[in-house]
């Protein structure tokens, strides 16, 4: 079973994937590292003219090893993550690796944009994963504050809402939700009732494709 995760920044999509995760006993990937780590091997040239160059090297030479998340998590990594996440031949660069992780045997979990329109478009289970902005920027901050970081709500706030503008203009794609997609407004829900919610919505979808593969009933 593929179960794709997407949505906009901290809308809770890495805490409920990887609750399905073990949930299902299903490996997990978190793609938006691997944006962010790239963002982070250009951090230094960012003003510079070969940012893109040297994004697109970054990513065509990406590592394991590079996906370090207790050095990806902050504001502006995600924002510089959203620049390179632009660029054609970084997604092209990184596209394999999710694929086949998406692919492997046994089935995965993926959460990022663009799991449920391009990386596993034939996913059996896609979930859209949504949160109004001010509870997305609040779960944030506690997020930093819980890492003892200072945080500046106002200038989070607008920090994502940049991030989720940008991403929504990608040229690459726009990261919009697929039509199949469940959609999952988590803003009034906490984080048990929210993975409850999932489950519910995976279940239910995969009890309705085992119902339609039963031989059609015909009445005497
Ligand atoms: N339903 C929820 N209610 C409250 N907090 C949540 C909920 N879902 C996630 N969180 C918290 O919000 C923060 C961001 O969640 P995360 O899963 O990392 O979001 P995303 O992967 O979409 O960026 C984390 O600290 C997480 O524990
Ligand atoms: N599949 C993905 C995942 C992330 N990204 C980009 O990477 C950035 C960081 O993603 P993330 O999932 O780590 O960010 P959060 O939603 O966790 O804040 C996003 O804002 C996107 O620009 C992407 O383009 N495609």
Redesign the pocket.
């Known amino acids: 079973m593929i179960i794709a995760v997407d949505g906009?920044?901290?809308?809770g999509?890495?805490t409920l994937a990887s609750g399905l995760g073990r949930h299902y006993g299903l490996p997990y990937l978190?793609?938006?590292?691997?944006?962010?780590a790239v963002g982070r091997a250009v951090e230094a040239y960012e003003a510079s003219d070969d940012f893109e160059q040297r994004a697109i090297a970054a990513a065509l030479t990406l590592d394991e090893a590079d996906i370090e998340p207790e050095y990806l998590q902050s504001s502006k990594i995600?924002s510089l993550?959203?620049k390179v996440?632009v660029i054609g031949a970084v997604?092209s660069a990184l596209f394999d690796y999710?694929r086949d992780f998406a692919t492997q045997e046994g089935g995965a979990v993926l959460?990022?944009?663009?799991?449920g329109t391009k990386?596993a478009p034939e996913a059996d289970v896609k979930l859209f994963i949504q949160a109004d902005s001010k509870s997305r920027m609040e779960r944030?901050a506690r997020q930093f504050e819980a890492r003892g970081q200072a945080v500046d709500r106002y200038a989070l706030y607008h920090q994502i809402e940049e991030?989720d503008a940008?991403?929504m203009l990608?040229p690459n794609g726009g990261?919009y939700k697929a039509d199949d997609a469940h959609l999952l407004d988590t803003t009034l829900l906490d984080i048990e009732a929210a993975l409850r919610a999932a489950i519910a919505i995976v279940d239910g979808t995969m009890a309705g494709k085992a119902g339609s593969l039963e031989a059609p009933r015909k009445k005497l």
């Open positions: 906009p920044a901290a809308s999509k890495g978190d793609t938006g590292l691997l944006y962010r995600g993550a959203s996440a997604r999710q959460d990022g944009r663009d799991i990386i944030r991030r940008r991403d990608n990261f």
